[in-house]
C-alpha cells in the first residue's frame, strides 16, 4: 500500500509538472473554474482575477488591478474576524471564512473565501491566492429559519424560544451587576370566546393589535414576546425596578383598555397578569416563567383585569412540589412508569416505518401524567437520566419483541434529554442496552431536541459519531423551534430532521405556513436528510407533505400514542 500511495504520489507530481508547463491549462483552468479567483502581490494590490470573479463582484480586472481586495469590503465584517485572518495565514498559511462584501452596483453580498499565502521558489516573491464562492443565497436561507425559529409567523413578534434566550442573557447580566428583573405572564381574557363568536380571522387580528399595543407600551423598559396563543410574557429590566413596573403595569392597562375595531366592532380586551421578580422567586428562567405562571392562574382566580406577584410563601405550591420530587423517587422503584408508542408512517408507501417511544407515569393518587407534568421537575431533581434510561431501555426490548413477532424493519424512535446526552457513560449504556435487548442498532432512531442547542457543541456531536458509526440513527427533534444553521446542521451527524407539529398544524389554509413546511422539506432534502413531519391529523395536511417528498409522518391522522398492546394492533392494522 506505501508502494502504491508512492507511485500515486510521482505520478501526481509529473501530472502537475507537465500541466502548468502549458500556459493554456492554467488560463483554461482560471476561465472555467465556478469560484472567484482573486490573486495579490505581497503589498495586496490585485494582479489577477478570473472571469467568475468579475460575475460576482460586478467589477473587471481593469477596475480592480492595483486596488487592495478591501475595496469591495462592506465595511460591516467585525475588526476581529480580519485578525483572526492575519493571524491564521501567518501562522498556517491560510484561512478560511464568511465576508460580507459589496457588488460593483451596491448590493451586498456574503462570501465564502479560502485565502493562501505562496512564496514562490524562484524569485521569492509573495502572492496571496483568494478563491471565492458567493453563498448569499445559503445565507439568506440561514436568516429565514433564523426568522422562523425565533419569530412567531401570526404576530412577527419574538417567540418563546428567543424569549427565553434574551432572558437568559439578562439574567446573566443581572446577576454580575447585582441588578433586579421582572418576568410578566399575560394572559387575554375570555379571549376564547371572543375567537369563538368573531372567527378564527378576527382573533388573529385581535392578536396582532395586542401585539403592538404590548410593544407600545412597554418602550425601552424590556422586552415582549408571544408566548403561544393569547400568552404573551414580558421581560422588565429597567434599573428603578418598582417604579418601572408599577409604570409598566399602568401603560399595558391603558393600551389595552381602548376599545379595538374589527369586523366594524368595537371589540374590548382585559388581561391577567402574573408577575415573579429575581432574584427573589427564581434563578433561572423556567422557574421565574413558572413562578410568573402561577401567579397569572393566582390572578384569574381573584377576578381577572389584574395582576399577582408571586410570593415565595405559596405553600400549597411549593409543597405540592416537594411532593411530585418524592413521588419521583418511588416512581421507578414501583414500576409506575410504562411506555406508549405512536406509529410513524412512510407517507409514500402507507406502510409503517417505525414508532416513537413516548413516557407515562402511572401515578398512584394523580393518575396518567404526561410528559410536561413532570419531565421540568426530574430535569431540575437529575431523575430524567434514570427515565431517559428507563424509556430506552423498555423501547428497545418492546421493539425486539415485534420484530420477533413479525415487524422486522421496524424501527424504535427514543427521545434524549441533554443531562442524559451529556453523562459521561452515555455511549457505553446505550450499547449495553442494545446488548442486553439484542436490538440491532440499525433499528434505533435516537432523538435530540434542536432546543437543547446541541448543534453548537462540537464535543456532544463527536459524542454521537461512534453510535452512527455502528449504524444508530440519530434524529433532529422539533426542528425549527430553536435555532440551528445549515451550516451546522451540515456539520452535525444528522440522519433524520423532525419538523415540529405546530409549523405543520398552522398550515391549514394558512398560505404563509404552508410555504414555510414546503421550504423547510426542500431545504432538508438538499441537505440529504430523512424528514419526519410531526402533528399530522388532516388529510390536507398529508397532502401537502406528501407533495413536496416528505419521508415519514406521525400523528393523530394514523393514530394517537397508545399502550404497547395497543400499538400492536395498530401495527396490524397498517401492515
Given at each position: 500500500?506505501?508502494?502504491?500511495?508512492?507511485?500515486?504520489?510521482?505520478?501526481?507530481?509529473e501530472f502537475l509538472h507537465e500541466f502548468i508547463k502549458d500556459p493554456q491549462n492554467i488560463s483554461k483552468l482560471f476561465d472555467y473554474m465556478n469560484d472567484g479567483l482573486m490573486i495579490t502581490d505581497e503589498e495586496q494590490n490585485i494582479i489577477f482575477i478570473n472571469p467568475a470573479y468579475e460575475t460576482i463582484t460586478g467589477y473587471s480586472l481593469e477596475e480592480l488591478r492595483g486596488e487592495n481586495p478591501k475595496y469591495i469590503s462592506s465595511g460591516k465584517t467585525r475588526r476581529s474576524v480580519y485578525?483572526?485572518?492575519?493571524?491564521?495565514?501567518?501562522?498556517?498559511?491560510?484561512?478560511?471564512?464568511?465576508?460580507?462584501n459589496v457588488r460593483k452596483n451596491g448590493e451586498e453580498f456574503w462570501s465564502y473565501i479560502t485565502i493562501t499565502h505562496l512564496r514562490h521558489r524562484d524569485s521569492k516573491r509573495t502572492?496571496?491566492?483568494?478563491?471565492?464562492?458567493?453563498?448569499?443565497?445559503?445565507?439568506?436561507?440561514?436568516?429565514?429559519?433564523?426568522?422562523?425559529?425565533?419569530?412567531?409567523?401570526?404576530?412577527?413578534?419574538?417567540?418563546?424560544?428567543?424569549?427565553?434566550?434574551?432572558?437568559?442573557?439578562?439574567?446573566?447580566?443581572?446577576?454580575?451587576?447585582?441588578?433586579?428583573?421582572?418576568?410578566?405572564?399575560?394572559?387575554?381574557?375570555?379571549?376564547?370566546?371572543?375567537?369563538?363568536?368573531l372567527g378564527?380571522?378576527?382573533?388573529?387580528q385581535l392578536l396582532r393589535e395586542v401585539a403592538q399595543r404590548l410593544q407600545k407600551a412597554i418602550g425601552d423598559h424590556g422586552f415582549v414576546s408571544r408566548f403561544g396563543g393569547d400568552e404573551f410574557t414580558i421581560l422588565i429590566d429597567s434599573p428603578y425596578m418598582k417604579d418601572s413596573l408599577e409604570e409598566v403595569l399602568d401603560r399595558i392597562y391603558q393600551f389595552l383598555n381602548r376599545p379595538i375595531i374589527i369586523k366594524n366592532q368595537e371589540v374590548y380586551i382585559t388581561t391577567s397578569i402574573g408577575i415573579s421578580l429575581f432574584p427573589e422567586h427564581g434563578n433561572d428562567v423556567d422557574t421565574l416563567l413558572r413562578n410568573a405562571d402561577y401567579a397569572l392562574y393566582q390572578t384569574k382566580d381573584e377576578g381577572r383585569n389584574n395582576h399577582y406577584i408571586f410570593e415565595s410563601d405559596d405553600t400549597d405550591y411549593s409543597l405540592d412540589k416537594?411532593?411530585?420530587?418524592?413521588?419521583?423517587?418511588?416512581?421507578?422503584?414501583?414500576?409506575?412508569?410504562?411506555?406508549?408508542?405512536?406509529?410513524?408512517?412512510?407517507?409514500?408507501?402507507e406502510k409503517v416505518y417505525g414508532t416513537e417511544a413516548l413516557i407515562r407515569w402511572n401515578h398512584p393518587e394523580k393518575g396518567l401524567l404526561t410528559p410536561n407534568v413532570f419531565l421540568p421537575i426530574a430535569e431540575e431533581t437529575g431523575f430524567i437520566k434514570e427515565i431517559d434510561?428507563?424509556?430506552?431501555?423498555?423501547?428497545?426490548?418492546?421493539?425486539?419483541?415485534?420484530?420477533?413477532?413479525?415487524?422486522?424493519?421496524?424501527?424504535?424512535?427514543?427521545?434524549?434529554?441533554?443531562?442524559?446526552?451529556?453523562?459521561?457513560?452515555?455511549?457505553?449504556?446505550?450499547?449495553?442496552?442494545?446488548?442486553?435487548?439484542?436490538?440491532?442498532p440499525q433499528q434505533l432512531s435516537l432523538e435530540i431536541s434542536e432546543n437543547t442547542k446541541i448543534t453548537e457543541l462540537t464535543a456532544a456531536a463527536r459524542q454521537l459519531l461512534p453510535l452512527r458509526d455502528i449504524g444508530i440513527k440519530i434524529s433532529l427533534d422539533d426542528f425549527g423551534t430553536g435555532y440551528s444553521s445549515i451550516g451546522q446542521l451540515k456539520r452535525f451527524p444528522i440522519d433524520h430532521l423532525k419538523i415540529d407539529k405546530s409549523f405543520v398544524q398552522e398550515s391549514n389554509g394558512n398560505d404563509t405556513d404552508a410555504?414555510?413546511?414546503k421550504f423547510i422539506i426542500n431545504m432538508a432534502k438538499s441537505l440529504n436528510f430523512n424528514i419526519v413531519c410531526e402533528g399530522i391529523e388532516?388529510?390536507?395536511?398529508?397532502?401537502?407533505?406528501?407533495?413536496?417528498?416528505?419521508?415519514?409522518?406521525?400523528?393523530?391522522?394514523y393514530g394517537k400514542p397508545v399502550t404497547a398492546n395497543e400499538c400492536e394492533e395498530l401495527l396490524a392494522k397498517w401492515r
Open positions: 500500500m506505501a508502494q502504491d500511495a508512492a507511485i500515486w504520489n510521482m505520478k501526481k507530481e485578525d483572526d485572518m492575519w493571524e491564521s495565514i501567518e501562522k498556517e498559511g491560510t484561512w478560511t471564512g464568511e465576508l460580507l502572492y496571496y491566492i483568494g478563491v471565492i464562492r458567493d453563498i448569499t443565497e445559503r445565507k439568506n436561507h440561514e436568516h429565514l429559519i433564523s426568522h422562523m425559529a425565533y419569530y412567531d409567523s401570526l404576530t412577527d413578534m419574538p417567540n418563546r424560544v428567543y424569549f427565553r434566550d434574551r432572558a437568559t442573557e439578562a439574567l446573566l447580566q443581572a446577576r454580575k451587576e447585582h441588578a433586579k428583573l421582572a418576568f410578566l405572564f399575560l394572559d387575554l381574557d375570555r379571549f376564547k370566546k371572543i375567537n369563538d363568536s378564527h380571522y378576527a382573533g388573529d416537594l411532593i411530585f420530587e418524592s413521588d419521583m423517587r418511588r416512581m421507578i422503584v414501583f414500576d409506575q412508569l410504562e411506555a406508549y408508542y405512536q406509529l410513524q408512517i412512510d407517507v409514500q408507501t434510561e428507563w424509556v430506552l431501555r423498555n423501547a428497545c426490548q418492546q421493539t425486539q419483541e415485534w420484530r420477533e413477532n413479525g415487524y422486522p424493519d421496524l424501527t424504535i424512535s427514543v427521545n434524549v434529554s441533554r443531562p442524559f446526552f451529556e453523562s459521561v457513560r452515555f455511549v457505553d449504556k446505550v450499547l449495553a442496552i442494545l446488548e442486553e435487548t439484542k436490538l440491532p410555504e414555510l413546511v388532516t388529510e390536507e395536511q398529508l397532502k401537502l407533505i406528501r407533495e413536496e417528498g416528505c419521508h415519514y409522518a406521525q400523528g393523530y391522522f
